[in-house]
């Protein structure tokens, strides 16, 4: 056998022995009455690999070695936990149960909400992590001008987080590999930069820097009211709306926050920013804009998702941001609308203890840093290899499709 034969076998053993050491997990998560694919269900596999679903309800998973399971969470289902067998695992049609709360379970008038908000805070140090982390996650930004995607932006990523005794000061998120595709026309270019990007799951941590979205101000500007509980992981979950009582010198934040009925532990928020003051809202979500450049803010929302594992310790799992805005030049009739969505989920953690290092060089962000500053456009048909990431919608796929072919077109 020749030197060159025997590099072939070699390769080709390898390719075989790699692909049966890693296992994926595909499938659709619907209503079991409806019918209707669930979005951003949570969906973890034996072992740790983590990922959510899509707008369309389809996840993929890929794992070391098969798992023996799926558990799939989200508010207001009964958790599900999803057998698996070899032979059996891709395209799976999964539904889920909602999970309704008996009435001599809602207990309301249990307490003050501002005092559960406040009681919260307090436990923070006894839910979260003591030890320092480092978790890898996957990152996803998109930018549309009316309905047509203009940019695509995608990074596997470290999040490093100190123990809940800090603030997130010493926290950093680092790209370790990431590409982003641009429209080339010239109208879609505005140069806008505006807050979130990869350190966004930094900054919107309820329990990690509850100044930023929970802090004393905030609390007092604003109405508090308990509504009806919900199940979420199978655990009834005190629901908090805030509801600003004016309009203010800063925006305000208005929403739910869910905090555990046991464990005082923060496990959900869904919050939207109060743009009746477009101006204060725009100094909020811009950074920078170009001079002349006519920035109406008409939305943001942020939702923040948490996990509790079987230890009992609570960690965020999943982030999602939205913006909607108008943007004109001044000589032009019609503003242009634009939204933009940017989402990452923890798809495994990797090192804890005392001796985990913070990521440090020019792949690491700082907390006014957008994705698009560092990574740049490139095209790999083998760019997400073994990486979790979550599934693109169709859409999506055949919008990053088009931009590629602009980005070549000379």
């Known amino acids: 056998m020749t030197t060159t034969r025997v590099f072939m076998t070699v390769a080709m053993l390898a390719a075989l022995l ?41 996840f993929v998973l890929k794992t070391p070695s098969l798992p023996e399971y799926l558990q799939l969470s989200h508010i207001g289902y009964k958790t599900r936990r999803q057998q698996l067998k070899e032979g059996q695992m891709e395209n799976l049609r999964i539904t889920m149960l909602g999970s ?7 207990v309301i008038s249990l307490g003050d909400p501002l005092s559960i908000v406040h009681a919260a805070m307090r436990r923070i140090e006894e839910n979260y992590p003591d030890r ?32 809940y005794s800090r603030g997130p000061e010493r926290d950093a998120v680092a790209i370790l590999k990431g590409r982003r595709l641009m429209s080339m026309k010239a109208k879609d270019t505005l140069g806008v930069k505006i807050q979130g990007g990869p350190v966004m799951p930094l900054m919107v941590d309820v329990a990690k820097n509850p100044d930023y979205l929970l802090n004393e101000d905030v609390l007092n500007s604003c109405e508090l009211h308990m509504e009806v509980p919900v199940k979420i992981d199978d655990r009834l979950q005190y629901v908090v709306f805030l509801q600003p009582k004016s309009v203010t010198l800063f925006p305000l934040m208005y929403g739910k926050v869910f905090i ?3 464990t005082l532990a923060f496990t959900r928020a869904e919050l939207q920013l ?54 004109d030049w001044k000589r032009r009739l019609f503003a242009a609308p634009f939204t933009t969505v940017s989402e990452m989920v923890v798809t495994d953690r990797q090192q804890q203890g005392d001796d985990v290092r913070r990521p440090r060089g020019r792949d690491s962000f700082g907390i006014r840093e957008r994705f698009y500053d560092k990574v740049e456009y490139f095209d790999d048909p083998d760019f997400w290899a073994d990486y979790n990431i979550i599934e693109p919608t169709e859409s999506l796929e055949h919008a990053i499709g088009k931009l590629k072919k602009s980005v070549k077109t000379p």
């Open 132 to 163: 320092p982390e480092l978790m890898r996650c996957f990152y996803r930004e998109t930018a549309r001008r009316g309905s047509r995607f203009i940019s695509v932006a995608e990074a596997v990523a470290d999040m490093y987080k100190s123990d």
């Open 18 to 58: 790699t692909g049966r050491a890693q296992s994926v997990v595909s499938g659709l998560v619907s209503d079991r009455q409806t019918g209707k694919p669930l979005s951003h269900v949570s969906v973890t596999a034996e072992g740790g690999a983590h990922t959510v679903t899509n707008d369309e309800g389809r």
């Open 274 to 327: 109060d743009v009746r003051d477009w101006r204060a809202a725009s100094d909020y979500m811009l950074v920078h804009k170009p001079l002349g450049l006519r920035f109406r803010p008409k939305e943001l929302t942020v939702t923040v998702v948490y996990e509790t594992d079987m230890q009992g310790v609570t960690r965020m799992s999943y982030v999602r941001n939205e913006m909607r805005f108008n943007c």
């Open 100 to 106: 309704m709360v008996e009435l001599d379970e809602v």
């Open 260 to 262: 555990d009925q046991e």
